[in-house]
């Protein structure tokens, strides 16, 4: 499913009229009628209760206007709230406005402040809103009384219906512009915008409903946006089927540098993950002091000791030994609980320059690499980062505020300028490719909130690498699986609670569901 930006819309719409012929008052229609359908699915008795339309003068509110004439065509009351003098409504809205008249609609006329306080009176007195006032093209902070109407509107706690986008949310980055509508439905045009899948957005829009409004899908194609929304659906013409004579030495070998004093469960947990994703073998390597705690941890792994420093972490001088057991593994991943000591900088960075297999980097080795972020251009193989707002705020040299703001910019930003896979962790995923595509991942919920969540994901995409899978095809797989997993769980044990291992143990269940029949 695409998510498309507010320019990629634009210039869909544009093409749409210019181009294929169909003119931007019959796509203001459909979005009106589509609405207005959708309005009455949502909102059972709406026939009894009064519906305010909160205007713009713009094409948002034209799309609202036409809602208000089929309201009133399907007995509804109805009344409109113009944000603005009728006089400055122009274009497709103006000419949708001026047929409001010979239906006695009600159209108030809200210009300021002043204006928009002598008619709260009236505006309390409806029981349900059609949010139409800002559309796509907001990219500013919502001032004056379109400001004070949306909080009010708030304030009333009354069900709204928001058109494409709730009013006050950016359209690109799903971040509040000052103050924004909380919506209990939106209809959105074309596409779903990208921000109304990234947090906040996705949860200040509701129920979220995609009307067709006419775009023709060679359009849609030709305009090429570059975000996706993954979903577990996509995953089964990912996954391949394994040939009947496969065999462990087949079905790819990891090798995983993890663990210092006092984080052996972090090391254990990534070998273990890469097993369930269908790795025939993992080595894990591992400080040689933590040796007899990790090898009871991980029976099916086979353990391999490293030398370390007096403070029991990895040692420079264990790059020779992790270069020779390379030889013939499909995937390296390093960093789970592995510390930042100086030793393990030492080694971490001679093994970026040096591996000939692909690299899935995480955790403590993503803080080190943000010392350097530079030698990622030196890297020769495929390499996948799985950091969390802080560590990409740390890789950035920005604050993780920063990032939070801008989640899918900040991430293509750095998959593009160092040629990488980046996995942004948190609600909403974002999977960035070097070519400048994104993933907005679909699965997951509040409670993968938990240690070990990370550790796991790292082991499920290098397992998937190790099997042949593309970098880019195995960060898909392995995030929305592990998403997956937990909805699962959240739905048979509760909204939190379950930990890590049980979302890895469950990743094969959900991969023979998706590879018997494609549900989830």
């Given at each position: 499913m695409y998510l498309v930006t507010a320019e990629e819309i634009r210039e869909m719409d544009r093409r749409t009229i210019e181009s294929f012929g169909v003119p931007g008052r019959v796509l203001m229609e459909n979005a009106g009628v589509g609405a207005t359908n959708l309005m009455q699915a949502h909102f059972p008795?709406?026939?009894?209760?009064?519906?305010?339309?909160?205007?713009?003068?713009?094409?948002?509110?034209?799309?609202?206007f036409v809602m208000a004439r089929y309201l009133s065509y399907r007995g509804v009351k109805v009344t409109v709230f113009l944000?603005?003098?009728?006089?400055?409504?122009?274009?497709?809205?103006?000419?949708?406005?001026?047929?409001?008249?010979?239906l006695d609609i009600p159209v108030v006329e809200i210009a300021d402040s002043a204006a928009l306080k002598k008619k709260k009176a009236a505006m309390r007195r409806q029981d349900i809103w059609v949010d139409a006032l800002l559309g796509t093209g907001l990219n500013a902070d919502v001032r004056g009384h379109y400001r004070e109407a949306i909080d009010f509107i708030n304030r009333l706690e009354k069900p709204v219906l928001s058109v494409d986008v709730p009013s006050g949310l950016h359209t690109d980055t799903g971040q509040v512009c000052g103050t924004c509508i909380r919506a209990q439905v939106t209809a959105t045009f074309g596409f779903a915008k990208l921000g109304l899948k990234i947090f906040p957005g996705a949860a200040l829009c509701g129920k979220l409903e995609t009307i067709d409004i006419g775009i023709p899908p060679f359009i849609a194609e030709a305009v090429n946006p570059r975000r996706c929304l993954l979903t577990g659906m996509m995953l089964k013409a990912m996954l391949g089927n394994r040939a009947p004579d496969a065999h462990k030495g087949t079905t790819g070998h990891v090798l995983v540098v993890a663990g210092s004093p006092g984080k052996t469960g972090a090391a254990a947990m990534t070998a273990t993950a890469a097993m369930r994703a269908g790795a025939g073998l993992v080595s894990l390597g591992v400080p040689e002091g933590l040796n007899p705690v990790v090898e009871p941890q991980v029976t099916e792994v086979m353990t391999i000791p490293l030398p370390e420093t007096d403070s029991g972490s990895l040692d420079a001088s264990a790059l020779a030994i992790v270069l020779a057991h390379l030889s013939g593994k499909r995937c390296l991943a390093i960093g789970p609980g592995i510390g930042t000591d100086d030793g393990v900088g030492r080694l971490f960075f001679s093994l970026m320059k040096k591996t000939r297999v692909p690299l899935v980097v995480d955790a403590d080795a993503i803080n080190l690499l943000a010392n350097d972020p530079q030698v990622l251009k030196k890297v020769r193989v495929p390499v996948v980062i799985t950091p969390h707002p802080g560590e990409m705020a740390r890789l950035m040299d920005a604050t993780p505020k920063q990032v939070q703001q801008d989640r899918?910019?900040?991430?293509?930003?750095?998959?593009?300028?160092?040629?990488?896979?980046?996995?942004?962790?948190?609600?909403?995923?974002?999977?960035?490719?070097?070519?400048?595509?994104?993933?907005?991942?679909?699965?997951?919920?509040?409670?993968?909130?938990?240690?070990?969540?990370?550790?796991v994901l790292t082991g499920l995409i290098a397992g998937f690498i190790a099997q042949g899978y593309a970098a880019e095809t195995a960060v898909k797989l392995g995030v929305c699986l592990h998403g997956l997993a937990a909805d699962h769980l959240f739905e048979s044990k509760g909204p939190f609670g379950f930990l890590a291992t049980e979302v890895m143990d469950r990743v094969p269940a959900e991969i023979r569901q998706l590879m018997a029949d494609g549900t989830i």
């Open positions: 008795g709406l026939g009894s209760k009064k519906v305010g339309v909160l205007a713009g003068r713009g094409n948002n509110g034209g799309d609202g944000l603005s003098n009728i006089g400055g409504v122009k274009g497709d809205a103006g000419a949708n406005l001026g047929l409001l008249t010979p899918v910019g900040c991430a293509c930003d750095f998959a593009q300028t160092f040629g990488v896979h980046v996995v942004l962790k948190g609600a909403a995923t974002v999977i960035a490719h070097p070519d400048g595509s994104a993933h907005i991942n679909s699965t997951g919920n509040p409670g993968m909130a938990s240690g070990g969540m990370g550790d």
